[in-house]
């Protein structure tokens, strides 16, 4: 059962435009929310966050937004540059101490 | 800043060999996870260790353990390596102070079974 849904595979922007990666989850418990970027044969990095209590979170050219409601959140990045092209994953716990689920990735291409 | 490294970038083992895998992290963080990386699949969580010699199973434990003698080393064993665990293996530490915070990544060891 597949707790973070990141249901589109890729995504293909133009540079200078903006790239908006989404994410679908089920659990009502969670209540913390990561974005991470992974290069091939590299590990994650972490991104940017957002706490269940806020509804946005700002970064640079990062922005998460977050509809509890709706059990989505959503990457934006303004604006994309090629360097941004990598693998994103959306994240989740249900608590401090609890495990990261992760979703299975949408693949980012910025094309010049 | 945080460094969680991981004992080999690549690695290429025959099927029914025991397979060690080794992470280590410097700042003191007592949660330690085992993921790996499949094309399709995302990050499926293997086993998590939250303190020294204890450890639970995620998503995905069958064909391996783990060891956690010291807090700061977590170690993925593959008891017996089947072709089905060529993958990307990737550990990570996270601290348990209370508060939400990221986990930080190795960077990850690619590991053929032939």
């Known amino acids: 059962d597949q707790q973070v849904k990141q249901n589109s595979p890729s995504l293909s922007v133009q540079e200078g435009r903006i790239s908006i990666l989404n994410c679908d989850y089920t659990?009502?418990?969670?209540?913390?929310f990561l974005w991470y970027k992974k290069y091939p044969a590299e590990g994650p990095t972490f991104l940017i966050s957002i706490s269940s209590i806020k509804d946005k979170n700002e970064d640079g050219r990062f922005t998460v937004f977050l509809n509890k409601s709706a059990k989505h959140l959503s990457l934006h990045i303004v604006p994309s540059q090629p360097g941004d092209s990598a693998v994103y994953f959306c994240a989740s716990n249900t608590g401090a101490n609890s495990k990261l689920t992760f979703g299975k990735g949408i693949t980012l291409s910025v094309r010049p | 800043d945080v460094k969680v490294t991981q004992s080999s970038r690549y690695l290429v083992k025959r099927t029914g060999e025991k397979v060690f895998l080794e992470c280590v992290q410097d700042?003191?963080?007592?949660?330690m996870f085992w993921y790996r990386q499949d094309p399709g699949l995302g990050l499926r969580l293997i086993y998590f260790s939250y303190d020294v010699k204890m450890k639970e199973k995620g998503d995905i434990p069958e064909g391996y353990s783990v060891s956690r003698e010291k807090k700061e080393r977590f170690s993925l064993i593959l008891e017996s390596a089947s072709t089905n665990q060529t993958s990307m293996y990737l550990c990570?530490?996270?601290?348990?102070?209370?508060?939400?915070?990221?986990?930080?990544f190795g960077q990850g060891t690619r590991l053929t079974v032939v």
């Open positions: 659990n009502s418990m969670f209540d913390y």
């Open positions: 700042m003191d963080h007592e949660n």
């Open positions: 990570a530490s996270r601290s348990r102070t209370g508060q939400n915070t990221e986990a930080f």
